[in-house]
């Protein structure tokens, strides 16, 4: 009988933890679910966030994503350049992806703000600068003009947070 009952319960955890969603890539550092996506509007959008505001000690240059698709920018980390070490100091990419991504204007459905880490380059971990960089961006998603999207999700996985719209 306590095997039967072990089995079971082995059963009802393996049943519900297939209903959760499947773990994020440890370079995740944010998912954002938006409605209505136009991605050639948010790429422009993230153009204009003011990144080096948040870091002003730290050198960086934001650049869109060369060889779309996807769309979207590289906030590289800029270092002096020695004769061991490139000038590139890891980074961010902020990758967009909506319906329609060829052609600009396009919103026709729900699209996917993806902030991953780019730690090639790193001598030492840019944490820090990182959760500076993803609080900054929360809070300038609050603000996000309606022909751009709407923030329907917001999937943090170094928090485990994961919420609704952004109020």
Avoid: Y
């Avoid at 944010?30 to 153009?47: E, M, N, P, Y």
């Avoid at 000690?57 to 590289?74: A, E, F, S």
């Avoid at 991504?101 to 699209?111: S, T, W």
């Avoid at 993806?114 to 030492?124: A, D, E, N």
């Amino acid at each position: 009988m306590l095997r039967l009952q072990l089995l079971l319960l082995a059963a009802a955890r393996a049943h519900a933890c297939s209903l959760l969603p499947p773990p994020l890539a440890a370079d995740v550092l944010l998912k954002v679910t938006l409605a209505r996506c136009d991605s050639h509007g948010l790429q422009q959008w993230l153009l204009r966030r003011p990144f080096a505001s948040a870091l002003p000690v730290q050198p960086m240059l934001v650049l869109p994503i060369k060889d779309p698709p996807p769309l979207g920018i590289d906030l590289t980390f800029r270092r002096k350049p020695t004769m061991d070490k490139s000038s590139s100091e890891g980074g961010l990419r902020f990758a967009v992806s909506a319906p329609g991504d060829g052609e600009a204007g396009v919103v026709d459905g729900d699209g996917i703000l993806l902030v991953t880490r780019v730690s090639s380059g790193q001598s030492i971990g840019k944490g820090f600068s990182e959760r500076v960089l993803i609080e900054m961006l929360l809070r300038e998603l609050q603000r996000l003009p309606g022909e751009v999207g709407a923030v329907q999700a917001v999937l943090r996985p170094d928090s485990n947070a994961l919420s609704g719209p952004l109020r």
